[in-house]
């Protein structure tokens, strides 16, 4: 999203100036959600990447998702979250500790 | 003339779109080239096809069950991570 302004049309920039504060201020927030949205999608990326290399290890014979796989992508999900959480918790310990 | 805010929001979305097709192309593509052409030959076999073709399937139906997964997650506030709950993705 780093090249998102550069992406906008000359005339979408020129018709920025023109907006109200107000309106800047929504445009602002509004923008925020997409960054938002498009984060979100990037860690779906980087997990499907993951979950993909450690759940479909056997030979690719069909383009579905067999019964062993899905709940391992699954898990691998639920289980990234946990790892996740517990980092965020031992760094909060951490610095309460401190 | 369309409103400007709403021509702007309009671009940075198409933006994020193709952003998000290009990441999936290419993570596809990486993982299917590993795992269904280990040997590059002077063609394409028609194995290495058929490999392919059920390999992109199985990917984008990965990718499919990761977002339901993670977007339920994160709604149910698990994770505490900065994204809010939101739908329509």
């Given at each position: ?12 920039l ?62 691998c ?9 517990t ?12 | ?76 506030g ?12």
């Open positions: 999203m780093d090249n998102a302004l550069g992406s906008l049309s000359p005339e979408s020129q018709s920025l100036e023109k907006l109200s504060p107000r309106e800047k201020q929504e445009l602002g927030q509004m923008a925020m959600q997409e960054v938002q949205k498009v984060q979100i999608q990037q860690t779906i990326h980087s997990l499907t990447d993951m979950c993909f290399k450690k759940c479909i290890t056997s030979r690719i014979s069909s383009g579905k998702l067999d019964r062993s796989e899905e709940p391992c992508m699954q898990n999900v639920d289980r990234y979250m946990d790892a996740n959480m980092v965020i918790r031992h760094l909060e310990q951490l610095r309460q500790g401190s | 003339m369309a409103d400007p805010k709403q021509q702007i929001l309009d671009q940075l979305r198409q933006q994020a779109a193709l952003q998000n097709a290009r990441a999936l192309v290419e993570k596809l593509n990486e993982h299917c080239f590993e795992r269904c052409v280990p040997k590059p030959g002077t063609s394409l076999s028609s194995s290495e096809t058929t490999c392919y073709q059920n390999c992109m399937e199985k990917y984008m139906a990965a990718w499919n069950t990761v977002s339901k997964q993670y977007l339920g997650q994160i709604q149910k698990v994770g505490g991570g900065s994204a809010g709950a939101f739908g329509g993705m």
